[in-house]
């Protein structure tokens, strides 16, 4: 009786008792919730729980106002499993001898916004130099802030920079008490009350110029529940291709709203950008070169101290499987390194 | 304490080399009590991270730590740090202890002002300095007045009350003596109450600087682009907790070592005063 007991157990064991995502974001509203991708999409809209309800298996999804750089503090616990994070972070967390996995794409091609005070003279990059900054330190926004930096013959010397997270530089523009911030769409809102003005966006710059994030496992837990983790993947895939339908695009800004980003300031993220662009998952030659050339500048910047590869970082035996399942062959462009759609 | 065994127990002659030699351990064990906690911290620390007790990225292991220490110091990046650090934390500590003894001295000297003032000053001091830190972010900005006003804060908070204390507990012998020699108001402030206090406000000077040194990091912390707390913050952010432990490190030895050089100061202090 005993060892049908154990053979019991063992059988179950391929299902963990709960499923902990980080997400680096904070999130807002009640309960609270999150805007911006696929991953996003698929915690609103409870697709993680109901493909892993069958087993009994709970979801907690975690934020984290301290976005990348506190995810990877709770990754190094072990207090989260799978995690939605951005490139730098990942990186720092990579180098410092973290084990994951990445698994899907989750926000990509996103862009950095250079925000003043209404009444500044600051007209762009170039003004900045001598200029109090205020960079969210640690997470995907820094590097792109970096490189744009880089492009206008400055580094983060020639500025004196502030380290905030958004709420704070929201606040620390709003009361004058920094000259500009690089921030994300959440500076819309703030140009909209006429507290800040947008005067560059890193995305005119080229696709060199904007940050990516993905879905995350460590390694641990995926050798141990491989199952789950495609479950996982294949639910935030499903969300992915929601979020990609143009047909679905007010109805994906309204869902996003409820995380305290309003619609508009979606719209106004993604103007000019087909949903398809953004919210695919794929992990085809452009994503993996960017994050090595996203680990190759950490080192040159002295972010980390050791080179970093992606070789055997990305794992996309999941995300193939998801979208063979799905029958989402062919349904998002795979890119080349320099982002040009491969046919 | 053998001596005194001995005059009781003459037959303790014999007993005599053992006494010693306890009374020798009796002291060794007094003096290295103080260490005993120290070292176990850091026993634990050297083990902890050789056997993965504590993973890596969040317990660095020592080695690296002081490797981190001196890349810093050979990069010369320590000295704008500390610069930095100790300049914002010598003028706001200065500003506070002087608007400190001269709150203090005038609630000292007068009953009525002190009937009117000390209620709301008390008030006022309930509230921890940090809870001053995001209406004042917004008042004055992020810049080096902020600092400022923080640390002064919280080294005035001491100093007043110590002074005040300081100069109530004039020993009623001396203000009697003052009268004797039929001394003026201000005579008899400068010549016996103010040397009086001076033990007191010294103490209250030491308190002053532990407190404006820890607010000066957390500030740092919050809104900097240089110092200690900036690299403690910088460290965090980019996942370097060894960058992080190392500037808590040297801000612990520098709070130690003003802390221990106050400490001194105020002894003379008190030797001069007391004659």
Redesign the interface.
């Given at each position: 009786m005993l060892l049908g007991a154990a053979l019991f157990c063992a059988a179950h064991a391929a299902e963990p008792d709960v499923v902990r995502i980080g997400v680096a974001q904070q999130g807002m509203g009640d309960p609270p919730t999150f805007g911006g991708s696929p991953a996003a999409t698929a915690q609103s809209q409870h697709r993680v729980e109901d493909a892993l309800k069958p087993e009994h298996v709970k979801v907690e999804w975690i934020f984290f106002k301290g976005a990348g750089?506190a995810v990877?503090?709770a990754l190094?616990?072990?207090q989260i499993d799978f995690a939605y994070q951005g490139d730098l972070?990942s990186v720092?967390?990579r180098?410092?001898?973290?084990k994951t996995h990445l698994l899907l794409a989750s926000n990509v091609r996103a862009g950095v916004y250079l925000a003043v005070p209404p009444d500044s003279d600051i007209k762009g990059i170039k003004d900045l130099k001598g200029k109090?900054v205020g960079i969210f330190?640690?997470t995907n926004l820094q590097l792109v802030a970096d490189n744009v930096l880089k492009e206008n013959g400055l580094t983060e010397r020639d500025l004196?920079?502030?380290?905030?997270d958004t709420a704070?530089a929201q606040?620390?523009l709003a009361?004058?008490?920094?000259d500009a911030v690089f921030l994300d769409y959440s500076l819309f809102k703030l140009q909209r009350q006429g507290l800040a003005k947008i005067v560059y966006a890193s995305r005119d710059g080229g696709l060199q110029l904007t940050r990516q994030a993905h879905l995350l496992v460590l390694d641990d837990f995926e050798r141990a529940h491989p199952d789950t983790v495609q479950k996982v993947v294949t639910s935030v895939v499903q969300a992915a291709q929601w979020s990609s339908d143009e047909a679905n695009r007010s109805a994906l800004f309204a869902l996003w709203a409820k995380g305290g980003v309003p619609a508009q300031s979606w719209q106004d993220e993604y103007a000019n950008q087909p949903l398809k662009d953004r919210n695919s998952p794929l992990i085809d030659p452009f994503l993996v070169a960017r994050y090595q050339a996203v680990a190759d500048d950490a080192l040159r910047l002295n972010?980390?101290?050791q080179p970093v590869s992606v070789d055997g970082w990305f794992e996309p035996k999941y995300l193939n499987e998801a979208i063979r399942t799905l029958k989402l062959d062919g349904y998002w462009p795979r890119r080349d390194a320099s982002g040009k759609a491969l046919t | 304490m053998a001596n005194a065994l001995s005059r009781v127990l003459p037959s303790a002659g014999r007993a005599r080399p053992r006494h010693t030699g306890i009374n020798t351990l009796h002291a060794f064990g007094w003096t290295a009590l103080p260490w005993l906690v120290p070292v176990v911290c850091a026993l634990l620390w050297v083990f902890g991270s050789r056997y993965g007790w504590i993973s890596a990225q969040v317990l660095p292991p020592p080695a690296l730590v002081f490797d981190t220490l001196g890349a810093l110091v050979r990069s010369g990046e320590i000295w704008t740090h500390l610069a930095a650090s100790l300049s914002r934390a010598a003028v706001g500590f200065c500003g506070g202890v002087a608007l400190g003894v001269v709150l203090g001295a005038l609630l000292g000297l007068s009953p009525s002002l002190e009937a009117y003032v000390l209620p709301s000053f008390n008030a006022i001091v309930q509230v921890p300095v940090l809870g001053w830190l995001p209406f004042l972010m917004i008042v004055v900005g992020i810049g080096e007045p902020l600092k400022y006003l923080l640390i002064g804060h919280a080294a005035l908070v001491p100093v007043t009350l110590s002074t005040l204390q300081g100069f109530r507990s004039t020993p009623p012998a001396l203000r009697e003596v003052a009268s004797v020699y039929r001394y003026s108001r201000w005579q008899s402030i400068v010549h016996v109450t103010l040397p009086a206090a001076i033990p007191m406000i010294g103490t209250g000077v030491r308190l002053a600087f532990t407190k404006a040194w820890l607010t000066l990091v957390v500030v740092e912390l919050v809104a900097s682009s240089e110092g200690l707390g900036y690299l403690i913050v910088y460290g965090r952010q980019l996942f370097q907790l060894d960058l992080v432990l190392a500037a808590v490190l040297i801000v612990g030895a520098i709070g130690y070592v003003a802390d221990r050089s106050l400490n001194a100061l105020e002894r003379k202090l008190d030797r001069t005063g007391a004659r």
């Amino acid at each position: 009786m005993l060892l049908g007991a154990a053979l019991f157990c063992a059988a179950h064991a391929a299902e963990p008792d709960v499923v902990r995502i980080g997400v680096a974001q904070q999130g807002m509203g009640d309960p609270p919730t999150f805007g911006g991708s696929p991953a996003a999409t698929a915690q609103s809209q409870h697709r993680v729980e109901d493909a892993l309800k069958p087993e009994h298996v709970k979801v907690e999804w975690i934020f984290f106002k301290g976005a990348g750089p506190a995810v990877n503090e709770a990754l190094a616990n072990k207090q989260i499993d799978f995690a939605y994070q951005g490139d730098l972070p990942s990186v720092l967390g990579r180098a410092n001898g973290l084990k994951t996995h990445l698994l899907l794409a989750s926000n990509v091609r996103a862009g950095v916004y250079l925000a003043v005070p209404p009444d500044s003279d600051i007209k762009g990059i170039k003004d900045l130099k001598g200029k109090r900054v205020g960079i969210f330190r640690g997470t995907n926004l820094q590097l792109v802030a970096d490189n744009v930096l880089k492009e206008n013959g400055l580094t983060e010397r020639d500025l004196r920079v502030i380290n905030l997270d958004t709420a704070a530089a929201q606040a620390a523009l709003a009361s004058k008490g920094v000259d500009a911030v690089f921030l994300d769409y959440s500076l819309f809102k703030l140009q909209r009350q006429g507290l800040a003005k947008i005067v560059y966006a890193s995305r005119d710059g080229g696709l060199q110029l904007t940050r990516q994030a993905h879905l995350l496992v460590l390694d641990d837990f995926e050798r141990a529940h491989p199952d789950t983790v495609q479950k996982v993947v294949t639910s935030v895939v499903q969300a992915a291709q929601w979020s990609s339908d143009e047909a679905n695009r007010s109805a994906l800004f309204a869902l996003w709203a409820k995380g305290g980003v309003p619609a508009q300031s979606w719209q106004d993220e993604y103007a000019n950008q087909p949903l398809k662009d953004r919210n695919s998952p794929l992990i085809d030659p452009f994503l993996v070169a960017r994050y090595q050339a996203v680990a190759d500048d950490a080192l040159r910047l002295n972010l980390i101290r050791q080179p970093v590869s992606v070789d055997g970082w990305f794992e996309p035996k999941y995300l193939n499987e998801a979208i063979r399942t799905l029958k989402l062959d062919g349904y998002w462009p795979r890119r080349d390194a320099s982002g040009k759609a491969l046919t | 304490m053998a001596n005194a065994l001995s005059r009781v127990l003459p037959s303790a002659g014999r007993a005599r080399p053992r006494h010693t030699g306890i009374n020798t351990l009796h002291a060794f064990g007094w003096t290295a009590l103080p260490w005993l906690v120290p070292v176990v911290c850091a026993l634990l620390w050297v083990f902890g991270s050789r056997y993965g007790w504590i993973s890596a990225q969040v317990l660095p292991p020592p080695a690296l730590v002081f490797d981190t220490l001196g890349a810093l110091v050979r990069s010369g990046e320590i000295w704008t740090h500390l610069a930095a650090s100790l300049s914002r934390a010598a003028v706001g500590f200065c500003g506070g202890v002087a608007l400190g003894v001269v709150l203090g001295a005038l609630l000292g000297l007068s009953p009525s002002l002190e009937a009117y003032v000390l209620p709301s000053f008390n008030a006022i001091v309930q509230v921890p300095v940090l809870g001053w830190l995001p209406f004042l972010m917004i008042v004055v900005g992020i810049g080096e007045p902020l600092k400022y006003l923080l640390i002064g804060h919280a080294a005035l908070v001491p100093v007043t009350l110590s002074t005040l204390q300081g100069f109530r507990s004039t020993p009623p012998a001396l203000r009697e003596v003052a009268s004797v020699y039929r001394y003026s108001r201000w005579q008899s402030i400068v010549h016996v109450t103010l040397p009086a206090a001076i033990p007191m406000i010294g103490t209250g000077v030491r308190l002053a600087f532990t407190k404006a040194w820890l607010t000066l990091v957390v500030v740092e912390l919050v809104a900097s682009s240089e110092g200690l707390g900036y690299l403690i913050v910088y460290g965090r952010q980019l996942f370097q907790l060894d960058l992080v432990l190392a500037a808590v490190l040297i801000v612990g030895a520098i709070g130690y070592v003003a802390d221990r050089s106050l400490n001194a100061l105020e002894r003379k202090l008190d030797r001069t005063g007391a004659r």
